[in-house]
């Protein structure tokens, strides 16, 4: 199968590529790339006023299956992905059971060869069943295939299973990821503490809870020369740290999720329990510099941390209320809309961001890129493209966003993994 | 009084009304306040109307006034509470009060424990919300109920130098009082130890002191909160002995106050821990003021988010 996608601005950072140019694509690989190819035999699509990307990946979602399928499921959270401009999702292992073994990893391959429509990347845990205690079995989670190590939700709070997870996984070269929180800090707080939290009686999280965690796994990353990639980022405490670690050179990556750069902890007055996450909304000071540090290149990726809930989960009082929202398919009309239409990011540190870092940090040889053999990833965005975010528009299976309602500048309209169309908005549907 | 028009269906917090608003409030107060003074303390305002008391927090001296207020206003009263309710079997509290609304309910009185409870409810209720306290975030009659006694007591609110002192970061009164008494003009002076008040309350417009003493002599009001013995095991204060020696008011303190000052507490009260009992039954005492007066308060306040409108379902 050949597919020609022609007329369209590509963007390739490795390559060091930003112009008009076809690609082609044969057998799921590049094969081709240059002005005015021919196609013979092949299905021709026009981009013209379109950027074609390497396919995104985003690198923090929760599939929930197995265990929550009435959340999500790998086929709805793939169609989602798909919607939103992925071409591949890296999935969390807080599944029920969780990923700490390889059977899980196995299962979660096969239903994405089934149900999938886009590329996923499963992520195993760090410890036997999630619980901080007996490092997993990392060799063979790596034979099964996968492509990082993380507790996920729940930080390894003990600094010397951090450790020993950083020496052993380096000689497997699997990144491990932490999400970071310090749990006796954190409490049982349900939003930032700030004059906002103060405001409404809620309780806080200080943001300390978070940069206490990153300074620790910076220090383990330096001490066990091992790759640490730490989860997103929320704030300025955090950009400052991870900035000094990439200075000194250490083996330290990073991503946000587009609502740390968007939303800040005033959105909570509403009490709507779409705007309660972890880690939590915090200052717009802590926006800022989540914004700088992107600006920078000190944040390595935008992942969504998309985390489906059912309706009735989210619609209780706020502390009973599940942390975490849906982002696969607003992450990128956010990032154009609030990073590139303001003049943050140029569209090739979008494509950092989005797919050359990701693929870096996982290790994905083949993805991130445009070179001839890469993979046959795509992402075409309409820049331009004016859209409402609609709860009825979402694929996926649960609808917990704060952004619904939102007016977004930017969009993907066609979702490429592998040579074989996933998503399709364009007009006419070549 | 005045000629303002409530258009509120709701009573959710202070932080969203204007001082035209708790004005009104305070004033339509007055006038039910006589109602009690009279030997049949009944009035037909609330006939043909009912309310649901829902209180998910023991409370003896809020629901009692409510229910006392909803009596003397002659409505239909229901009262629900948490461990006799669905919630325990699993029931999400929209649910319960979807139930509720079924029956036409005119006013929903609820207490919760969650800060935001009772704006959730409001969103989908078409009968009013009366909040008796959500969280750690607000306890609206209780903050009229305190303004309205401090006005009784000193013939207004602005420029007076009121204290609030105690556990500020656990209080929905402190948070209602401070709303209420800075729009009204007041200057509110928040006493108490570093960890139970954060500076970061000086963004809602309030000073703040961890010293009684260099604030006990200047202030017109000090109102006392109960500190709860729970919050030792949080390390957030050492024992109640030292609570009580740095913030209690005694005997030994009670000495340095102004002489037309007046004492409040919300109640109920930790005798020897916040407050000596020779203070609170001493002549600066206004306690038991505060509770005619919650009663007069919550009378206005059905008064005004029913104004002649319908019972209904939900939204």
């Known amino acids: 199968m050949k597919l020609l996608l022609k007329n369209g601005r590509l963007i390739d950072p490795k390559n060091n590529i930003d112009e008009k140019m076809d690609i082609l694509a044969e057998n799921g690989k590049v094969s081709q790339r240059g002005k005015s190819l021919k196609g013979s035999g092949c299905k021709v699509i026009d981009l013209k006023g379109c950027a074609v990307f390497p396919g995104f990946i985003d690198m923090h979602v929760h599939l929930r299956e197995p265990g929550r399928e009435d959340q999500e499921t790998i086929e709805t959270g793939t169609l989602a992905a798909a919607h939103g401009g992925f071409a591949s999702v890296v999935c969390m292992p807080n599944t029920e059971p969780p990923v700490d073994n390889e059977g899980i990893v196995e299962l979660i391959y096969a239903q994405a060869r089934t149900s999938g429509v886009v590329n996923v990347f499963p992520v195993a845990c760090i410890s036997k069943g999630r619980m901080g205690e007996d490092i997993a079995e990392v060799g063979s989670l790596k034979k099964a295939g996968a492509v990082a190590l993380s507790d996920d939700g729940n930080t390894v709070m003990n600094s010397n299973l951090m450790r020993r997870v950083l020496e052993y996984s380096s000689m497997f070269g699997i990144p491990v990821i932490d999400h970071c929180e310090d749990f006796n800090l954190s409490g049982d707080g349900v ?20 940069d206490i965690i990153v300074a620790r796994d910076i220090i383990l990353s330096e001490m066990t020369d091992s790759h640490i990639h730490l989860a997103h980022i929320s704030t300025a405490g955090a950009v400052d740290l991870i900035r000094r670690a990439k200075k000194k050179g250490l083996k330290v990556t990073a991503e946000t999720a587009p609502h740390y750069f968007t939303l800040s902890d005033r959105y909570l007055e509403t009490f709507d329990t779409n705007f309660k996450m972890k880690p939590p909304l915090r200052t717009e000071e802590d926006r800022k510099a989540v914004v700088r540090g992107l600006a920078e290149g000190i944040i390595d990726a935008i992942a969504s941390d998309h985390a489906p809930h059912v309706q009735h989960e989210k619609d209780v009082e706020f502390d009973f209320a599940p942390f975490g929202i849906i982002g696969l398919e607003t992450s990128v009309g956010l990032a154009l809309t609030h990073l590139y239409h303001k003049k943050i990011l140029n569209l090739t540190q979008i494509a950092e961001r989005y797919s050359l870092n990701p693929a870096k940090i996982l290790n994905f040889k083949d993805k991130g890129h445009l070179s001839e053999g890469a993979d046959a990833d795509f992402t075409v965005i309409d820049t331009e493209k004016n859209w409402t975010v609609k709860a009825d528009d979402f694929y996926s299976k649960s609808k917990n966003s704060p952004f619904i309602g939102w007016e977004l500048k930017g969009k993907p309209v066609l979702t490429i993994p592998g040579g074989k169309i996933a998503y399709n908005e364009l007009p006419g549907k070549t | 009084m005045n000629k303002f028009v409530w258009k509120k269906k709701d009573l959710l917090g202070l932080e969203e009304l204007s001082a035209d608003e708790i004005l009104h409030i305070l004033d339509t107060s007055k006038s039910f306040y006589e109602i009690s003074t009279r030997a049949i303390k009944k009035v037909p305002v609330l006939r043909g109307k009912t309310v649901v008391n829902l209180f998910f927090e023991p409370s003896t001296r809020t629901k009692t006034s409510f229910e006392l207020a909803e009596k003397r206003m002659s409505a239909d009263i229901v009262n629900v509470s948490a461990s006799g309710s669905s919630l325990t079997k699993g029931e999400t509290l929209i649910d319960t009060v979807k139930n509720l609304a079924a029956y036409k309910i005119d006013i929903l009185v609820m207490r919760h424990s969650v800060p935001g409870s009772a704006h959730m409810l409001s969103k989908i209720l078409e009968a009013s919300v009366v909040n008796a306290g959500d969280g750690a975030h607000e306890h609206p009659t209780q903050g009229l109920l305190d303004i309205f006694t401090i006005r009784q007591k000193k013939g207004r609110i602005e420029n007076l130098k009121v204290a609030i002192v105690g556990d500020i970061l656990h209080s929905r009164v402190a948070r209602s009082n401070i709303w209420g008494l800075t729009k009204l003009g007041a200057e509110v002076i928040l006493v108490g130890p570093t960890t139970l008040v954060p500076k970061h309350f000086e963004a809602m417009g309030v000073k703040i002191s961890h010293n009684f003493d260099d604030v006990i002599g200047d202030v017109d009001v000090i109102n006392m909160l109960r500190i ?52 609170a039954d001493g002549p600066f005492s206004v306690i038991l003021d505060q509770v005619t007066n919650g009663l007069a308060v919550r009378m206005a306040v059905f008064f005004l988010v029913t104004g002649g409108r319908k019972g209904k379902g939900v939204m």
């Open chain 1, 191 to 210: 939003m930032n503490f700030s004059e906002n939290s103060i405001r409404f009686g809620l309780k806080g999280i200080p943001s300390a809870s978070e």
């Open chain 2, 228 to 279: 709860q013995k729970e919050r030792q095991k949080k390390n957030l204060f050492p024992s109640l002995r030292e609570y009580s020696d740095l913030f209690g008011l005694d005997e030994r303190r009670i000495k340095k106050i102004k002489k037309d000052a007046i004492v409040m507490h919300p109640g109920p009260i930790n005798r020897g821990v916040e407050m000596s009992a020779s203070v």
